[in-house]
């Protein structure tokens, strides 16, 4: 659980931009544990959202508090997948976390929802509840590229989104193989942060003089 609120800023960025941006960061930040050799990694993430598509639409009229729910797994490896809370509140964002195993996670995505009442996971717990009283449901499957580098002083972490695809075939969410379609032609940095950023990412990345974004790769999946 992560219970500090990051800041996050997300920005446009252009082929060129990122090929010169990745090549400067490769010596002064660690690349994140997951990459592979190419240099980055695969996300699938599954959002939750209800008949109303709260999420969505709170995210597209700009409420400064929110929350989403996702599950969660790296390079098609579904032997860890994680239940995500996300939220946003006062400018801040906040993630918790917790393990599902994958024999959960098909129940959950066959709508047996009973698998979720574990009174030793809170988080858990809470999904089952809102999926209760909110009419949560698995909704969007998002897949994309990710690569990733850290630097220990203010815990920052720069991401570099690209090749992002969805399917709505939910029940598909544990098959690798499941047929997806383009979503967003776009590469995405994310830079997140906790109380301050250093000089040195700051004048790399060239923060202020780029345009910030309130790009949602949930959002975008599900307006194509």
């Known amino acids: 659980m992560n219970e500090k609120g990051r800041h996050e800023h997300k920005i446009y960025v252009n082929t060129s931009d990122f090929m010169q941006l990745s090549a400067k960061l490769k010596y002064i930040a660690k690349p994140d544990e997951n990459v592979l050799e190419d240099g980055g990694y695969k996300i699938r993430s599954l959002y939750f959202d209800n008949y109303t598509d709260k999420a969505v639409v709170e995210k597209l009229s700009g409420q400064s508090k929110r929350e989403k729910f996702r599950l969660r797994y790296y390079n098609d490896d579904t032997s860890f997948i994680r239940l995500e809370r996300k939220s946003k509140a006062n400018r801040l964002c906040y993630k918790e976390s917790a393990v599902i195993t994958a024999e959960q996670c098909e129940s959950l995505l066959l709508g047996n929802y009973d698998c979720l009442k ?14 209760r009283y909110q009419n949560l449901r698995p909704k969007n499957i998002v897949d994309y590229r990710r690569e990733a580098y850290t630097y220990h002083a203010g815990n920052v972490r720069i991401t570099f989104d690209s090749n992002i695809r969805t399917s709505n075939s939910v029940v598909g969410f544990l098959n690798p193989a499941l047929t997806t379609i383009p979503a967003a032609n776009a590469i995405i940095m994310e830079i997140k942060y906790d109380g301050f950023l250093p000089d040195i990412i700051r004048d790399i990345l060239q923060i202020g003089s780029r345009n910030q974004t309130e790009f949602s790769k949930y959002v975008v999946a599900r307006l194509v």
């Open 118 to 131: 574990l009174p030793d996971s809170p988080l858990l717990m809470e999904l089952y509840t809102k999926i």
